[in-house]
């Protein structure tokens, strides 16, 4: 029989946002709601929040207002607000005052209580819990929707590198790795209902298992996460810079079915900047890591983060951060103009940049990447690349998508029975942000 109570659960942020979101799903099929994208005929809505940028803090102020009037049309709907907004430092007084219609506030460290806070309210009382820090003890919940192609798992939580520019630590609280044997548990049963793919989460996935005795990292976790049978693709983000090992380059290099994908965010290419940012390397360095990746393993792709407009960079610090773009060569990168955080040490600095230039900055950035994006696929063209597809096209539902170990979005006409396995498509056509072929 169908669950009668409805959830819509609607996420921000980064891939452990959407983690997240999916275990507050999963508890509350397990209290009898089932999973719906209408928000008219919801019982309870969820909505998982970022605050890494002032764009999706406003972003989710907007949808918590529109909610207010769902709530104005459907006195009975819950609404609840989780994650990193909720968690960071005195908001969640101001936005209580700012969102009365709010039934649950939640923080990240206390995922695990979601379905006790759900049940307070479900007997008609407003609950507001937010943990200061992390029990370690009741921290894990593996939670992942069972059945999808691909799933993300988190190895880790919370972050140690303090950034200069972040909040993530005052919200996510410091480093914690998960077991081994929990991680390959999980895995293995999502292989068992399907999974064919998986991405190993975490804020900086290269310091896992620093705490763990006998010594015990993310290399070894990724050889062993190797040998679980019917995986076909292993993916992690994100990897820092300044953890990077041989020892884990090696790994990729030599795994079966470890993608030959490093996201290693640079974050800026001038060294001033960099150590403004708390980065803890150089250009130098990173530039350093990216050859040994490229001798290794030649065909890597590797994606990055870049932000424009830090407090005190200058022209020539920002040329710095163009020259590294065309040195190494990026699949993609993500950019952003700084956002000023309340909590960290860089909204403190006195030389902001003003929007005008930070936006002008951003759009040289973007207008150098998307050249180098469409060089580097170009040069794929003619080559016979292995795909794990995924479905129907979103632009064209006639013609199946999926993605090559590189993580190459590649579009193509095929047999619609291929789904969930791996086929060989030959490159005919390269956007900068899209491969088209077809099957060999």
């Known amino acids: 029989m169908e669950n009668s ?59 918590i207002g529109e909610l207010k009037k769902l709530k104005e049309r459907n006195k009975n709907v819950k ?47 407003k609950v507001a819990e937010v943990w200061q820090e992390s029990k370690a003890t009741l921290e894990v919940i593996p939670l992942a929707e069972k059945g999808k192609l691909h799933a993300n798992v988190n190895i880790m939580y919370g972050c140690d590198n303090f950034c200069s520019y972040c909040i993530v630590p005052h919200v ?3 480093e914690r790795s998960r077991k081994p044997e929990e991680i390959l548990q999980e895995i ?53 810079p300044k953890d990077l090992s041989d020892k884990l380059i090696k790994t990729v290099a030599e795994g079966k079915n470890l993608c030959e994908h490093f996201h290693l965010p640079i974050q800026s290419g001038s060294n001033f900047i960099l150590e403004r940012m708390n980065r803890k390397y150089t250009r130098e360095y990173y530039l350093s890591r990216v050859q040994e990746i490229r001798e290794f393993i030649p065909n890597a792709s590797i994606t990055t983060d870049i932000i424009v407009g830090f407090p005190g960079e200058s022209e020539e610090d920002f040329e710095q951060t163009l020259a590294m773009m065309k040195e190494a060569h990026y699949a993609q990168a993500f950019t952003f103009m700084y956002s000023k955080r309340s909590g960290t040490l860089a909204a403190k600095m006195e030389d902001q940049i003003s929007l005008d230039v930070k936006k002008r900055r951003l759009q040289i950035l973007m207008g150098v990447q998307n050249q180098e994006s469409l060089e580097w696929r170009q040069h ?51 956007g900068s942000w899209t491969l088209i072929g077809e099957v060999e």
């Open 5 to 63: 109570k409805r959830v819509v659960t609607l996420v921000y942020g980064c891939q452990m946002s959407e983690r997240d979101a999916e275990t507050l799903t999963e508890i509350t099929r397990q209290l009898g709601y089932s999973p719906s994208d209408d928000l008219e005929t919801a019982d309870l809505v969820i909505v998982n929040t970022c605050c890494v940028r002032e764009s999706a803090e406003n972003k989710i102020l907007g949808k």
């Open 79 to 125: 609404i609840a607000i989780t994650g990193c907004m909720v968690q960071q430092p005195g908001a969640l007084e101001r936005l209580q005052k700012r969102a009365p219609h709010v039934d649950i506030w939640a923080g990240t460290h206390n995922l695990h209580d979601f379905s006790a806070l759900i049940n307070r309210v479900e007997q008609g009382r």
């Open 172 to 174: 996510r609280g410091r």
């Open 188 to 240: 293995k049963s999502l292989v068992d209902s399907g999974c064919r793919e998986i991405t190993l989460l975490g804020q900086n996935v290269n310091s896992y298992g620093k705490e763990f005795s006998p010594a015990y990292d993310f290399a070894d976790l990724l050889h062993q996460v190797d040998q679980i049978p019917f995986l076909l693709r292993i993916r992690f983000i994100t990897s820092h």
């Open 380 to 430: 794929m063209i003619g080559e016979i690349l292995e795909v794990l597809v995924e479905g129907p096209s979103k632009t064209n539902p006639e013609r199946l998508t999926g993605r090559t170990r590189g993580n190459e979005l590649v579009v193509f006409k095929g047999d619609f029975e291929t789904i969930g396995s791996l086929v060989n498509v030959r490159i005919k056509e390269a």
